[in-house]
């Protein structure tokens, strides 16, 4: 890493190392032993980066995992890195996206159990999802006429209500409803068949029930390559789709893929979404 004043400076610098921009709080230092006592330079750290962004002094933000016990032991009032930054980017709706370089694929209902998805699940929920996915795909990734792919919650998406009835009675009212706002989105599909290289090859994004359903097949198809990418902020985030992974803070044997991929990712969207300002 090296030292610099502001990221203006980050451009000259990342050809041979990694920029940091001092923050004001003081860290305690203790490779896998995480501390509530950073939890001031934490938060800091995520405001300044906002700060910045909206300001035009950096192009996009890229996180890093952080450990939210600490923060929550802090006072921390928020559930995660994303929930923090919809509250400092004027309450807006944040939506998680698994980007990689075969498939891009955002869940509707995300950290709940899974038995609470067919309660959670609603038709508003996926319209509101699917129209933030379509937006960005355009505005982030210079995709025109985005082709969205959207799940069934049911084995075999319901069968026609043999196996549930949320096919007909939450998704399929959503996509209809899309379609008159003239998205292209298709389904409700199958999800143990909308993931192989064919059907990949038909859309832009798959729009998935629950978490599993999405990430399960962006991180099998490309672990180290996949980016958490946020969308419906105004700025451009990204973030490494890993952990903390404090058993192995400090032995030298820590991948750096995902976060290199973090920051071409946010470039890659940076450049797009230059290009139509």
Not at 125 to 134: K, L, Q
Not at 222 to 246: C, K, M, Q, W, Y
Request: glycine share 8%; hydrophobic share 45%; net charge negative.
């Amino acid at each position: 890493p090296v030292e610099t004043a502001t990221p203006l400076d980050a451009a000259a610098i990342f050809h041979r190392a990694l920029p940091v921009v001092p923050l004001d709080a003081q860290f305690a230092y203790a490779p896998g032993n995480p501390s509530s006592q950073n939890a001031d330079g934490i938060i800091e750290s995520i405001e300044r980066a906002v700060k910045d962004v909206n300001a035009g002094i950096a192009d996009a933000l890229v996180t890093c995992p952080i450990a939210k016990k600490p923060l929550y032991d802090a006072g921390f009032k928020y559930p995660g890195h994303t929930e923090f930054l919809g509250h400092l980017a004027g309450g807006a709706q944040p939506v998680m996206m698994l980007a990689g370089p075969e498939l891009r694929a955002v869940p509707v209902t995300i950290h709940i159990p899974l038995s609470e998805v067919p309660r959670a699940l609603t038709t508003a929920d996926i319209v509101e999802t699917t129209a933030a996915t379509a937006a960005d795909l355009r505005d982030k990734f210079g995709i025109e006429a985005p082709r969205i792919a959207i799940s069934g919650l049911n084995p075999h998406a319901g069968e026609e209500g043999r196996f549930g009835r949320e096919e007909i009675e939450v998704i399929q009212p959503a996509i209809d409803e899309l379609r008159s706002r003239g998205i292209d989105v298709r389904g409700p599909l199958p999800a143990d068949t909308m993931f192989h290289p064919q059907a990949r090859a038909s859309y832009d994004a798959a729009v998935c029930m629950y978490h599993d359903q999405a990430l399960i097949p962006a991180k099998a198809l490309a672990f180290d390559e996949t980016v958490n990418v946020t969308l419906g902020l105004p700025f451009i985030r990204t973030s490494p789709d890993h952990g903390t992974a404090f058993d192995i803070a400090g032995t030298g044997i820590a991948r750096p893929d995902s976060l290199v991929a973090a920051l071409k990712m946010a470039r890659y969207m940076a450049d797009r979404k230059a290009a139509r300002i």
